[in-house]
């Protein structure tokens, strides 16, 4: 890796998660322009072997420096801020050229974190991309550029073979699928909203409706008691035609491709890649109402199932609102941010 092209890259890269499918994209993008590394942050078990890779969980605290000295910028996607704010400090310290990417306002803490990064980010030598202008405003650094971190994904992957199993079976029906990372309870309530799919789905029983939830649970390892009830309540109610649920990881944009209607049901959100995604591909999305969506996306009132389910069952006739145009365009505003390197 020679100095002169060689962009660090920090931040969930090995985990699967909207930032590190981001990171991917962007950098497999752009891989004949610039050499890329990553400075991984993802828990250890997870870490990717790989060469370009240092896994900051393993303690490769002497590797972390070594990578960094030899870059010729760093881009930070870091979603704790503590964590973030001490990679800028080690930034400034040593003159780097930096870029920052801000992912979710949930991550900037407090308005004492919030201060202590306006401050950070004031005195590195850093470009600050915040995914939508609530995180602009909440920052309040006003030179910030505000661009989606949507990308389009570059190439396809067959799904499991179960997951075809499923949707041959459930063939003729309308296909809604959903998906978390994993199964997390923000203050006592379900993050993504897969209690409310079961929810949905009882209601789809009740009325008849041909139509079929595929959730996607890529990493099950965490909160398995509630994932149990969630199998017992489904078992119990009998709604084996109307959910499924599939607990690995797969591809999801190419699930998503096989899909009718995508849910996005979160209680809290950032610039989701999910909806952007679905909207590429010119697919109808109900999302909860917790933060300003993408313009084409059905918006419905978070934990109003009832209100899902009457949006969802009004919307079933597919989406002309694409975001191609503007999703193509996105890797080029990339290039120009690092060609300033040159």
């Given at each position: ?9 920090i931040g ?33 078990e ?13 303690g ?18 870091t ?7 001490a ?13 920052i ?6 991550t ?16 590195c030598r ?16 006003e030179?910030a550029?505000v ?11 067959k ?6 199993e ?13 998906n978390?990372f ?12 897969l209690?409310m ?14 139509i079929?939830?595929v ?13 149990e ?6 078992e ?35 610039d989701?890649?999910?909806?952007r995604?679905?909207?590429?591909f010119?697919k109808?999305?109900?999302?909860s ?6 313009e ?11 209100d ?14 694409a975001?191609?145009n503007?999703?193509?365009?996105s ?12």
């Open positions: 890796m020679s100095k002169s092209s060689l962009i660090i890259h969930p890269y090995s985990i699967i998660g909207g930032v590190s499918v981001h990171i991917r994209r962007l950098t497999d993008g752009l891989s004949s322009d610039y050499e890329f590394a990553f400075i991984d942050e993802s828990k250890a997870f870490c990717i072997n790989d060469s370009r890779v240092v896994c900051l969980r393993k490769q605290f002497f590797q972390y420096l070594k990578l960094v000295f030899k870059a010729r910028a760093v881009h930070i996607h979603g704790t801020w503590w964590l973030r704010s990679h800028l400090f080690l930034m400034t310290l040593l003159r780097k050229r930096t870029f990417t801000l992912h979710s306002a949930n900037l803490g407090g308005s004492k974190s919030i201060a202590l990064t306006r401050r950070l980010l004031k005195l850093v470009t600050v991309i915040c995914v939508n202008p609530i995180i602009k405003d909440k920052i309040g650094i030179e550029l661009k989606p971190a949507f990308l389009p994904p570059m190439q396809t992957k799904l499991p073979p179960k997951i075809l499923v949707l041959e079976k459930q063939k003729g029906k309308k296909m809604v699928v959903s978390a994993r199964l997390i309870l923000k203050d006592d309530t379900d993050l993504y909203g209690d799919c079961i929810e949905l789905a009882e209601m789809i029983k009740e009325e008849c409706q041909q079929f939830i959730f996607v649970i890529a990493n099950a390892d965490v909160n398995l008691d509630l994932l009830a969630y199998k017992n309540r489904i119990q109610k009998q709604l084996h035609q109307q959910i499924f649920l599939y607990c690995q990881s797969l591809s999801f944009p190419d699930l998503v491709k096989r899909s009718d209607v995508v849910l996005r049901l979160t209680t809290t959100d950032g989701a890649l999910t909806i995604e679905a909207l590429y010119g109808t999305v109900v999302a109402n917790v933060v300003e969506r993408p084409g996306t059905v918006i419905f009132k978070s934990r109003d199932t009832r899902l389910y009457e949006k969802l069952t009004e919307n079933m006739s597919g989406n002309n609102f975001l191609k503007g999703a193509e365009g890797l080029e505003f990339y290039r120009n941010l690092y060609n300033e390197l040159r």
